[in-house]
C-alpha cells in the first residue's frame, strides 16, 4: 500500500475514486489494526499513535477478528447460509464471505456500513474477488432497521424468509444517540430481534472494561476518551447490560463470555487464537443467540 495521497504513484489499483486521504478512516484503522493492508500513511500514524499509548488495542481488535472467524463458521456448519455483516468496515484479514465459503461455497453474505469510504472500498474488493450474485456491499444506518432491512432485500442475494445470520461485531460499542442524547441501542436491537426469522442468529461482540483488570480497565476508559470530539464516541458497557441486549433469543452455549473462550474449538490452523495472561485481556464480551 502506498505511503502518501492520491498524487502517489504507487496509489491502490483497487481503492475508489475520490476517497478522502487527508484523514484518517475509521474503517482502515481498524484494518491496520488487524495488520491488513487496506489502509494508508494518514491511517497508520492515528493507528501508531493509538497504539503507542494502548498496545492492548492491537491483540484485543485481532481476537476480536477472530471471534467473528468462529461464529462464521460455527454457523455455517449449522445450516446457516446467509449472513448480515452490519458494521463491517473493510472486509479484510478474513473477511466473513472467505469464512464462510471455506465451509459452504453458496454462502451469501451482505456487507453493511455508514461510512462512505468503507462501502466504497468494499465494493472494489468484491468485484476482485467476490461473486456479485451471493456476496453485495450497501450504506446502511444501524439505527433505521426497518429501512435497511429494505436496503438488504433489494440487493438479491439475502431472503429474509430464510434464516440469516445478523452479525454485530465490535459495532455496538459506538454510541448511538437521538437528539436528546439518550443511547437507542437497546430499542435498536429489540427492532432488529423482531426482524429476524425463526431461526436466524444474532452474534454480538462489544468492549467491556467490567472485571477487566485495573489497569487495563484505566487504559480502556483513556482510550475511549479520544473519540469523545469524534463523530464515533464509545461506550464500554457492563456484561450484564450487554447480554440484555440478546433480548428473550436462545444463547447458544456457553453463552456470553470474552472472545477467546467462545468456541475456540472452531479456531484453524491459519487463524490461532491470540495468547492472552487472562480471557479478560481480550476486553470484548461476546455472545451468539437463536431466535426459535
Known amino acids: 500500500m502506498a505511503d502518501s495521497g492520491t498524487t502517489d504513484s504507487r496509489r491502490d489499483p ?31 500514524e492515528f493507528g501508531a499513535k493509538a497504539l503507542a499509548a494502548f498496545p492492548f488495542v492491537r491483540p484485543a481488535a485481532k481476537a476480536n477478528r477472530l471471534f467473528l472467524h468462529r461464529v462464521v463458521r460455527y454457523l455455517a456448519k449449522n445450516g446457516i447460509r446467509q449472513f448480515v455483516d452490519l458494521g463491517s468496515g473493510i472486509p479484510t484479514m478474513g473477511p466473513t464471505h472467505v469464512v464462510a465459503d471455506r465451509v459452504n461455497p453458496e454462502s451469501a453474505v451482505v456487507y453493511v456500513d455508514n461510512e462512505p469510504v ?52 465490535a459495532v455496538l460499542h459506538v454510541q448511538q444517540l437521538d437528539a436528546d442524547g439518550v443511547d437507542q441501542t437497546p430499542d435498536i436491537l429489540a427492532r432488529y430481534r423482531t426482524l429476524l426469522t425463526p431461526g436466524s442468529y444474532l452474534a454480538i ?70 495468547d492472552f495472561d487472562s480471557p479478560e485481556d481480550s476486553v470484548v464480551w461476546a455472545g451468539v443467540a437463536r431466535k426459535n
Open 118 to 169: 468503507a462501502v466504497a472500498h468494499s465494493q472494489v474488493l468484491l468485484e476482485r474477488d467476490g461473486d456479485p450474485a451471493r456476496h453485495a456491499a450497501i450504506n446502511g444506518d444501524l439505527r433505521d432497521p426497518e429501512g435497511l432491512w429494505e436496503k438488504v432485500a433489494e440487493t438479491g442475494v439475502i431472503d429474509f424468509g430464510e434464516p440469516v445470520a445478523l452479525l454485530m461485531i
Open 14 to 44: 483497487y481503492l475508489p475514486r475520490d476517497v478522502d486521504l487527508e484523514h484518517p478512516s475509521v474503517a482502515r484503522v481498524y484494518d491496520y489494526y488487524l495488520g491488513g493492508t487496506s489502509n494508508w500513511a494518514i491511517d497508520r
Open 205 to 274: 461482540s462489544h468492549g467491556s472494561s467490567d472485571g477487566v483488570p485495573g489497569q487495563r480497565a484505566l487504559d480502556m476508559a483513556n482510550f475511549a476518551r479520544m473519540y469523545e470530539q469524534s463523530s464515533t464516541p464509545v461506550r464500554w458497557r457492563p456484561r450484564a447490560e450487554i447480554d440484555l441486549l440478546f433480548g428473550d433469543l436462545e444463547l447458544v452455549p456457553p453463552g456470553t463470555t470474552w472472545t477467546p473462550l467462545w468456541h475456540p474449538e472452531e479456531s484453524t490452523a491459519d487463524s490461532p487464537e491470540i
